[in-house]
């Protein structure tokens, strides 16, 4: 089955970007792709998600116009590029992979990864 590692997180200040990579073990184009994140104690929250080809993606209106996912399937890998980043957004982001349909809810994705802290100073 597909394994996925993200990498990228890290410490920034408000207001900072942030580039989070999750590379894949086999090829993406099978496979839905997005991005989560959960908080402690909270539940886990979609961020956004890309089609097979890259070509559709959606986001949730809480990152919206901040965050941009995109992939480049020739290097199995998935990105996730956000910007104006807030204390708000301290969380483990996962990747995830679906071989379904993409939705918003975690528990219908098929695959994740170990999950990578990002943590946005005030």
């Known amino acids: 089955q597909i394994q996925l590692v993200e990498s990228g997180g890290g410490l920034v200040q408000a207001g900072d970007s942030l580039s989070l990579s999750c590379v894949a073990s086999?090829?993406?184009?099978?496979?839905?792709m997005g991005w989560f994140r959960q908080a402690p104690g909270k539940a886990r929250e979609f961020l956004a998600s890309s089609s097979r080809s890259g070509g559709v993606t959606s986001y949730a209106d809480t990152v919206k116009g901040r965050f941009t996912i995109s992939r480049d399937n020739a290097k199995n890998t998935v990105y996730l590029r956000m910007n104006n980043l807030k204390p708000e957004d301290t969380a483990v982001y996962f990747c995830?992979?679906?071989?379904?349909?993409?939705?918003?809810?975690?528990?219908?994705?098929?695959?994740w990864g170990q999950g990578t802290q990002v943590t946005v100073s005030s």
């Open positions: 995830a992979a679906e071989t379904r349909v993409r939705t918003k809810i975690a528990e219908t994705w098929d695959y």
């Open positions: 086999e090829r993406t184009d099978s496979y839905g």
